[in-house]
C-alpha cells in the first residue's frame, strides 16, 4: 500500500527566506506527483504536476523536483511572501488513477 | 478554475438519516472522486468514477454509496449518517491526456455535520 509521508508537519520562517517542503512515497509505480496550496476552509489548488518521466517542474518562484527511484519529491519556495502562508499537500497518481495525499506541511511565513 | 461545484456547501443533519452530496463538473473530464478530510489523517478517497455508470470503492468506502448517471454529475450517499461521518467531503476531476499528463482539480468542499 502506498504511503505518502511530508515532513515537516508544520514550518514558520521570516518573510524573504527561500525554503523547500519534503514529500515522501513508498511505492516508486506512479504515474506523477502533484503539488497543491490549501488556504483554511477552501479547496486544493493546483501548483505543479511532475510526469513521472520528468525531473522537476518550475512556476514562477516554485520549483518542484521528483526523484522516483528514491521515493522523493520536494517543492522549492523562493523569496517567500506573507501570502505563501497555506498548507501545501503532495499526491502521487497510482494506477486506475487514484491519487494517494501526504497529510501535509502546514507553512506560516512571518512579515 | 476548472468547473468544480459543489453542492450543499454545508449541512448539519441529524444521526440516521441518508444525505447526499452532489459534485457538478463543466469541463467533461472522465474521472470524478470523492475524497473527506478529517485532522489527522488527511485526504482519503472514498469512491471514485471512470465513466458513466462506471465506479468503484477506495480506502474508506464504507456508509457511502455513489451515483454517476451523466458524466458531469458525481453523486454521494451517506446511507445513514453517523457522527464519524462529520467531515469535509471534496470532490475532484481528472482527464488523461497522455501517459503521466493527468491533473486533478478540486471543488471548494462540503462541510458536514452529522449531530
Known amino acids: 500500500k502506498q504511503e505518502v509521508t511530508q515532513i515537516p508537519a508544520a514550518l514558520s520562517v521570516p518573510e524573504g527566506e527561500n525554503l523547500v517542503l519534503n514529500c515522501s512515497f513508498t511505492d516508486s509505480a506512479i504515474y506523477n506527483l502533484q503539488w497543491f496550496r490549501q488556504d483554511p476552509g477552501k479547496g486544493l489548488t493546483s501548483l505543479l504536476l511532475i510526469q513521472s518521466s520528468q525531473r522537476e517542474q518550475t512556476s514562477g518562484r516554485l520549483n518542484a523536483s521528483l526523484d522516483k527511484s528514491s521515493g522523493r519529491s520536494t517543492l522549492y519556495i523562493a523569496a517567500s511572501q506573507p501570502g505563501d502562508s497555506a498548507t501545501y499537500l503532495c499526491?502521487?497518481?497510482?494506477?486506475?488513477?487514484?491519487?494517494?495525499f501526504g497529510q501535509g506541511t502546514r507553512l506560516t511565513i512571518n512579515p | 478554475d476548472a468547473g468544480i461545484t459543489q453542492s450543499p456547501r454545508h449541512k448539519v443533519t441529524e444521526t440516521g438519516t441518508p444525505v447526499t452530496l452532489r459534485c457538478h463538473q463543466t469541463?467533461?473530464?472522465?474521472?470524478m472522486y470523492w475524497y473527506r478530510q478529517d485532522p489527522g489523517h488527511g485526504l482519503r478517497l472514498i469512491h471514485y468514477s471512470y465513466g458513466v455508470k462506471d465506479t468503484d470503492k477506495g480506502e474508506v468506502s464504507d456508509g457511502y454509496s455513489v451515483s454517476r448517471s451523466k458524466t458531469e454529475d458525481f453523486l454521494l450517499t451517506l446511507e445513514s449518517a453517523t457522527s464519524s461521518q462529520t467531515s469535509v467531503y471534496f470532490c475532484?476531476?481528472?482527464?488523461?491526456?497522455?501517459?503521466?499528463?493527468?491533473?486533478?482539480?478540486f471543488g471548494q468542499g462540503t462541510r458536514l455535520t452529522v449531530v
Open positions: 469541463e467533461n473530464h472522465r474521472y
Open positions: 475532484a476531476i481528472s482527464e488523461s491526456v497522455g501517459f503521466g499528463n493527468t491533473e486533478a482539480f
Open positions: 499526491a502521487v497518481l497510482q494506477g486506475a488513477q487514484k491519487l494517494v
